[in-house]
């Protein structure tokens, strides 16, 4: 049976799976990702990592890393949370690393693909998937066109979507954007600027019933997301939107709110599903694993 490595570079740790056929992970490591002190330093973890993975029924290793990505070339063409990442050849770096082919994706995709391969998305062709966590990332697909990429690799880099012309400051650049109100920090923030008290998300979640100002943050997190994933099917049109990422943690708290609001707003809301992902740490690893078994495949 095919056996690949499957890594997923996050902000804070980089994890390492060895996943074959079916899915299954057979070995995991991971370790802190060090983006602070450059990509020299992520790329000697990545390689320690590999390292001990490896043995000699690996065929490929698949890698997913935030940024708009040249997944042909294997380029990372923009991204900002590890310095020195933006014009990196990822793809060269760890083949000349490891001696294995390599193959480079966006991390929101390969959380798609893994979905799509085993998920909530098993059973549809036209999937987008948004991930909540401390930024907004999303992923579009379908199976005839595969993965949507856009002609300068961010085709779908749905946290940037204006929500809010001119409104609040989002770390792209650009002022309005969803991620800097349907997002983790977003919470947070919201709820520092209220109170002056630093919280994380999951904890103001859980003040939903206790806490009045926690109750308006969240609730205002639910409306946007509501209006958000109503422009997100007006464009795409798809049978099922995913909504991954570590906010899902909290879902009990917001989901059935969600699903309410969403239905109020949207035009023919019956049509569409929405579902929570059903692989929240691991979806990075299966889903970078697998499309190095595509890959392969088709080389
Ligand atoms: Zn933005």
Redesign the pocket.
Request: proline share 0%.
């Given at each position: 049976m095919i056996k690949t490595i499957g890594l997923d570079i996050g902000g804070t740790k980089i994890n390492g799976a060895v996943i074959n056929e079916r899915g299954e992970i057979l070995k995991t490591y991971k370790l802190e990702t060090c983006a602070k002190e450059g990509a020299q330093k992520v790329l000697y973890n990545i390689e320690k990592i590999i390292n001990e993975l490896k043995d000699d029924d690996i065929r490929a290793i698949g890698v997913g890393t935030p940024g708009f990505i040249d997944s042909e070339k294997g380029i990372v063409t923009f991204a900002g949370n590890i310095d020195g990442w933006t014009g990196l050849n990822l793809k060269k770096e760890i083949e000349k690393r490891s001696g294995i082919k390599t193959f480079i994706e966006n991390d929101a995709n390969i959380a798609l693909i893994c979905e799509k391969w085993l998920g909530a998305a098993k059973n549809y062709d036209d999937v987008v998937m948004i991930t909540l966590g401390t930024g907004l990332g999303g992923a579009v697909y379908n199976s005839k066109m595969g993965l949507l990429e856009g002609a300068n690799f961010q085709g779908a880099?749905l946290?940037?979507v204006i929500l809010y012309p001119n409104g609040e400051y989002?770390?792209?650049?650009?002022?309005?954007?969803?991620?800097?109100y349907c997002s983790g920090s977003a919470i947070r923030r919201h709820y520092k600027q209220l109170t002056q008290q630093d919280k994380t998300g999951e904890e103001i979640f859980n003040l939903y019933e206790k806490d009045e100002i926690a109750k308006n943050v969240v609730n205002r997190f639910i409306d946007d997301l509501s209006w958000y994933l109503t422009s997100l099917r007006n464009i795409f049109d798809p049978e099922i939107i995913i909504i991954g990422g570590g906010v899902i943690n909290s879902s009990k708290i917001w989901w059935d709110k969600l699903i309410y609001k969403f239905n109020e707003h949207c035009h023919l809301a019956s049509k569409i599903k929405l579902k929570p992902a059903k692989f929240l740490n691991d979806a990075g690893i299966i889903g970078a694993g697998k499309i190095a078994m595509e890959r392969l495949e088709n080389e």
């Open positions: 880099e946290g940037h989002c770390t792209c650049g650009q002022s309005g954007c969803a991620e800097a």
